[in-house]
């Protein structure tokens, strides 16, 4: 059996559709970066989803996706990270070796289906990114065609097993320890993180300023988006990408754009995301936002 192909029988049309939907089409859409592939799949009233930050412990779960936008705009970043370091000729053949997805409730016009993740695929770094982890989708028929509602996910596969989301195999640069939790409010960070051994880079604080000196950006979306794209290009110049982050410091002239800036970081930080501090702040006139970064080189 090819890796791509639907194991259930067309005659269970239930399974193969489902299978179909968030097997092949996600991968599909998540190769050529197109959310629109799969916005059809969704039921956006209602939906929402909950990230389990690859712990089995139910108390650091987190309402990670409240709405379908916030998800959209994390499976963008995600695909397109996942686009920019893959080394292998066919991802999409290396995503289909490490998905498997083979048990579906279904009780009337309502499914469970449990998507597992468990592969390595080399990267261009010369490393390997390992997938182990595992989602529960909430689907519901509508018509002949089924929708997801929401799904619990990023949990450890198997349960009891720690490692992350999408992480280093060789030159682990960070971790989240067994056990680690949070309060229920936190944000998109990780409580505490074990960095391995390498070469400290530290970044100054960057805000929305470009090369001309110029505060650009009003809102605060607008100049978080800027400010991390400024980050990212003074981590570039080390060597470094958002994955190697450990610790963030971010300050905001005002903590009520708490939830915003959390919006635009979430997209574009991979997991495991960095431990962060955020306060509020006197900056320079105009500026909405700075963010400083601490990350670990691997030799």
Known sequence: MTADKNPFSPHDCDRYALWDMLVRRDIEAFIAQDWSMVEKDFIAEGFMAIDAHRSDNPDSWRLGYPALDHYRRSWLAQSHEFMTKQAVSDPGEALYRATVLRDIEIEGSTAVAHKKFDG????????????????????????????????????????????GVITRVKGVSKTVPEGASQHINAGPYSPVLQVSPGALVVISGQAAIDMQGNIVGETIEEQTKITLTNCNRQLAAAGCTFADVFKVTAYLTDLKDWGRFNSVYQAVIPEPRPVRTVVQAGLLPRLLVEVEMWAVKQS
């Open 120 to 163: 390595q695929i080399p990267v261009v770094d010369g490393q390997s990114l390992e997938l182990r982890f595992q989602t529960l989708y909430f689907c519901r028929r509508l018509g002949d065609l089924w929708k997801i509602v929401g799904f619990l996910g990023y949990l450890p596969n198997p349960m009891g097993r720690q490692p």
